[in-house]
């Protein structure tokens, strides 16, 4: 399927890239290309079918040749609550995901569904079943949000003989809701891949012991997935090697060497991935593009079968490498995705250059843990498909002539601008600085960031082909300067500022620590040189606390690191960079205080109080540099609000601000900000966003 909304006119594909386009047969289907955006957790659930719909669609109309579920619980034993997980329990669960295989075939591509049993790795909160296990080890979780104190139960073979069966009729139900490729999922802690790691599995049956024992499980799902659907569908087996390529065999050269072995033909297509959500989905700070190779280059010569894998792909000569190498058939993606729906069609249209590459940021993951529909740094209108009616590449075009003036070049400045421009607006955008970025041009040229300069990159590329668009650095604009100017629309994105305030145990703001030595992050962007030692003292907890440590290290300071939270940069537990963070603080021979508040810094010592007892102890700095609360800079906007009469003398009809000067975030609320202000210029709706409902054709009654 092609789009005429891209031209083709005076771009062809590069001929280097037709291996990507070929057609793939797995089983009894054939995937009409080898782009496969592999199983990936949306946050969509069957309380918002078209949601998940529409987002699940427009990967297919971007090209997608393959497009997947996320995990869909066979049976209520399988229980994520309160993660936001899809289900197949039900009746009234194929008419959701009707929707979805509609949305995708509309487009000519296959539809896949990942069928889950989550194991002992869930806590099965609502339905409070005994959660199932091989051998009664329980999941180590680590996150808050996933603790649970209910350790699993250990499987009878009669449990076994149900779980088969549970895996059979979720394949019937999700045959008939049209799905093309049915998964079995023996990865990631799941149920199918306790049963193969030795740790897990300690069962003295026909089920443990030796890996042919161990395999047999999962090549008895295989088996039940086939019986029931075999004939139409497609049965691929989702797999994590990691462990099991760490573990020595007696014949193989690995455990995983000799899984793969003992079920190369069973599938028909091999899904092949890491163990953990923080090496599966790596962010790009700490794991560059392809990092899982090493791990899966060998399935290909143990199987006939085709073979999937991942590596946060954005670039099509790394695809085509992977392919021409053989290491993999299909380019499985589910990031790259994500940030540009339409990879595989601009690719396919020459037109690569305008991809939107994913920046390896991994906000996308920390939506589902916080429990919401996917969120996109570089693509804010994921997951607002259908709720706001957001399309990633059509636009409302304006019949309006007013003209924007956008006052700020960062994130926010910068997606306003283009999405604007799209519509049809004449847009001018300035910015006091020689470099348009804002805050990333600093932020990129730390440690481990210079993959989220994609974000300035890709939107001044755009910006500089658009006839209708006027960019200015070191252009500093006061509030007479755009009276006289008198664009009818005047958008202020003018960032925030990091501020000195300390917070009590409470979380409440304390007063502001002004003394020489004290520092924030724009005073390191603005150049300054800051003496050793220095503690970094973060309660942002994000990123820029634990990067600018690593910073100071580098630059040859003795530095410390202290929080009142309980880990370095704790809000990373939610982009799977909370292991690697620590990893590198430690490496960087940083030392990490937790649980404590900054009391006092005195001739050279610091008071770090423990946010429990109040005990204090002291710490030798010259330096603090404090990565806290964030103020927004938005004087501009103040100073032009506060007198209407001039502003409407000058002929603006409206002023409005967006990203950090409305709300300091991170760089995904900025480019959402940008975005909606422009799509608001023209929208249609004059609603928020639609609301999704549950689909219940059937009235509600016991599940299986
Ligand atoms: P956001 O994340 O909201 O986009 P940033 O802090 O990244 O915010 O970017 C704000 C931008 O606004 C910076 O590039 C800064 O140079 C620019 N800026 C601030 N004040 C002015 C002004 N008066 N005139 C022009 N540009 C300004
Ligand atoms: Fe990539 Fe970040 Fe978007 Fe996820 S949120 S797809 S990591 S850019």
């Given at each position: 399927m092609f789009n005429s909304y891209f031209s083709f006119q005076g771009h062809t594909m590069?001929?280097?890239?037709?291996?990507?386009f070929d057609k793939v047969p797995i089983g009894p289907v054939v995937a009409p290309n080898r782009f496969y955006q592999v199983p990936?957790?949306?946050?969509?659930?069957e309380a918002n079918p078209r949601v998940r719909a529409a987002f699940r669609g427009l990967k297919a109309e971007g090209g997608w040749g393959v497009v997947s579920t996320g995990a869909v619980s066979?049976?209520?034993?399988?229980d994520d609550s309160p993660l936001p997980y899809a289900r197949l329990w039900d009746d009234n669960d194929i008419h959701a995901h009707a929707l979805s295989c509609d949305a995708i075939h509309q487009h000519g591509a296959l539809a896949a569904i990942e069928l889950w049993h989550g194991g002992a790795s869930v806590?099965?909160?609502?339905?409070?079943i005994a959660p199932y296990s091989p051998s009664g080890v329980g999941w180590a979780a680590t996150h808050v949000g996933f603790m649970g104190q209910l350790r699993p139960k250990i499987m009878d073979a009669t449990d076994i003989q149900d779980v088969l069966r549970w895996q059979g009729q979720a394949a019937i139900r999700a045959k008939k809701a049209g799905f093309d490729i049915i998964y079995v999922y023996a990865g990631m802690g799941y149920l199918p891949y306790q049963f193969l790691i030795s740790e897990y599995n300690r069962r003295d049956?026909?089920?443990?012991?030796?890996v042919a024992n161990r395999v047999r499980f999962v090549h008895e799902l295989i088996e039940a997935t086939r019986d029931a659907v075999g004939d139409s569908c497609a049965v691929a087996l989702r797999i994590s090697l990691e462990e099991l390529r760490a573990k020595s065999s007696n014949h193989f050269e690995s455990e995983a060497h000799e899984v793969v072995s003992l079920l190369?033909?069973?599938?028909?297509l091999w899904d092949v991935k890491m163990d953990s959500s923080p090496t599966d989905c790596s962010a790009s700070r700490f794991r560059p593009e392809g990092s899982h190779e090493s791990i899966i280059d060998f399935v290909k010569q143990i199987t006939d079968k085709p073979v999937v894998g991942v590596g946060r792909f954005t670039s099509p000569d790394t695809m085509t490498s992977q392919i021409n190498r053989g290491i993999l058939d299909l380019i499985g993606g589910a990031r790259a995705g994500i940030a540009d729906p339409f990879l595989p069609n601009k690719i396919k249209a020459g037109r690569e250059d305008e991809i939107r590459e994913?920046?390896?940021?991994n906000i996308c993951i920390s939506s589902w843990h916080d429990g919401v529909p996917v969120r996109c740094t570089q693509n804010a209108t994921a997951g607002e498909?259908?709720?706001?009616?957001?399309?990633?590449?059509k636009f409302n075009r304006t019949s309006s002539e007013d003209r924007l003036l956008i006052i700020g070049a960062g994130p926010a400045g910068l997606e306003a601008a283009l999405i604007a421009a799209k519509q049809g607006f004449q847009v001018t955008l300035s910015d006091q600085?020689?470099?348009?970025?804002g805050r990333l041009n600093f932020e990129t040229?730390?440690?481990?960031?210079?993959?989220?300069r994609r974000v300035i990159d890709y939107r001044l590329y755009a910006l500089k082909q658009m006839n209708n668009v006027d960019l200015y650095s070191n252009s500093e604009l006061s509030r007479d300067d755009i009276l006289e100017l008198g664009h009818e629309r005047v958008v202020i994105a003018t960032g925030a500022k990091w501020t000195k305030s300390l917070y009590s145990s409470l979380e409440i703001p304390v007063g502001?620590?002004?003394?020489?030595n004290v520092y924030t992050p724009d005073d390191i962007a603005a150049g300054i040189k800051i003496n050793g030692p220095v503690l970094v003292y973060d309660?942002?907890?994000?990123y820029l606390g634990g990067v600018l440590a690593e910073k100071l290290a580098a630059q040859g300071l003795s530095v410390s690191y202290a929080t009142p939270?309980?880990?370095?940069?704790?809000?990373t537990i939610m982009t799977n960079e909370q292991p690697f963070v620590h990893q590198n603080l430690e490496n960087a021979g940083i030392p990490v205080i937790t649980q404590v508040l900054l009391q006092s810094h005195e001739n050279d010592t610091i008071g770090l109080a423990n946010i429990f007892t109040e005990k204090l102890q002291q710490l030798a700095a010259k330096s603090v540099l404090i990565v806290g609360l964030r103020r927004p800079n938005d004087s501009l906007y103040q100073t032009l609000i506060s007198n209407p009469n001039a502003t409407l003398a000058a002929g603006i009809k409206s002023v409005d601000r967006i990203g950090d000067c409305l709300a300091p975030g991170a760089i995904v609320h900025a480019i959402y900000s940008g975005h909606d202000y422009a799509r608001n210029l023209v929208t249609?709706?004059?609603?928020l966003y639609l609301r999704d409902i549950p689909i219940a054709v059937n009235p509600p009654g016991a599940v299986i």
């Open positions: 590069n001929p280097h890239y037709e291996v990507l990936h957790a949306s946050g969509m659930t066979i049976h209520p034993s399988s806590m099965n909160r609502s339905s409070r049956d026909a089920y443990g012991g030796s190369s033909e069973a599938p028909d994913c920046i390896g940021c498909e259908w709720r706001k009616n957001w399309h990633p590449e600085s020689k470099n348009m970025g040229a730390l440690p481990g960031l210079s993959t989220w502001e620590l002004n003394q020489p309660f942002d907890n994000y939270a309980g880990h370095a940069s704790a809000w249609t709706r004059s609603n």
